[in-house]
């Protein structure tokens, strides 16, 4: 049975009344896994000596890309790892949630932070990965977030399956379980994205367009997106306004 890898990520926003955010990343078959953060890392590398970078190549995150470096090289890497990604048959996966800060008010222990953060990954289990849940197995891999008020964000993830093996054992049926072929969704493994390439460039296509959702690109932020086009084109986006039509 096929086993597919999907990476996650967060970006989140507030924009005006609106708060927003990114879930997603980067979907791979198990088996390409350990050759696609082989092949970045050696493409990165390559890309330092070409343009002369001396230090290690940094994270590649969103929020800390290629820091030190100029923005010519930034470009570059940009541009040939998205080749690189498409050929190697990477695609993309974002759930998009906005919500007004007022409407956001249900979730009375959850900061509007948290709150749209847990709108986005509702979707993601039940409906945006049925279609691969019914082929095979899907990893979900996170990004760890070393502090405490990951928490919350754990809680969420890991609260998918947690409960299922008590509802079974409370004489549930399977067939009522919300989740489609939930046997085939394993605990979440969460990682330090500074040992991950394939996060790292997940979250920064989940960044850019969650700026370019919302306007804010800034004239660096446009050409970033611009350097990655293969990649949103191989980029699967479904978005929801929360509690659109509550006065």
Not at 196 to 202: A, H, M, T, V
């Amino acid at each position: 049975m096929e086993t597919t890898y999907f990476y996650l990520d967060e970006s989140f926003r507030k924009k005006d009344s609106y708060w927003h955010c990114n879930i997603g990343g980067m979907l791979l078959k198990s088996e390409q896994v350990v050759d696609v953060e082989i092949a970045l890392e050696k493409q990165l590398f390559q890309l330092a000596q070409k343009g002369d970078v001396s230090a290690p190549v940094s994270e590649c995150k969103y929020s800390n890309f290629l820091r030190d470096t100029s923005d010519e090289f930034k470009f570059e890497v940009c541009r040939s790892i998205s080749v690189l990604l498409v050929e190697l048959g990477a695609k993309f996966l974002i759930s998009h949630a906005k919500c007004r800060e007022s409407q956001l008010s249900i979730f009375k222990d959850l900061k509007p932070e948290l709150a749209i953060q847990e709108l986005a990954h509702f979707n993601i289990v039940s409906s945006y990965l049925a279609d691969l849940m019914k082929q095979g197995i899907v990893q979900i891999v996170v990004d760890l977030g070393l502090s405490e008020a990951f928490r919350p964000v754990y809680r969420f993830y890991s609260s998918a399956i947690e409960n299922i093996p008590k509802l079974l054992a409370c004489g549930w049926s399977a067939s009522g379980v919300t989740i489609p072929n939930f046997t085939r969704l394993p605990p979440p493994v969460f990682m330090d994205s500074k040992r991950s390439r394939i996060l790292q460039f997940s979250d920064l296509v989940i960044g850019l367009l969650l700026c370019k959702e919302i306007g804010a690109l800034s004239k660096f932020k446009e050409s970033m997106l611009e350097a990655i086009s293969p990649l949103v084109q191989a980029t699967q986006v479904h978005s929801i306004e929360w509690n659109k039509n509550i006065a």
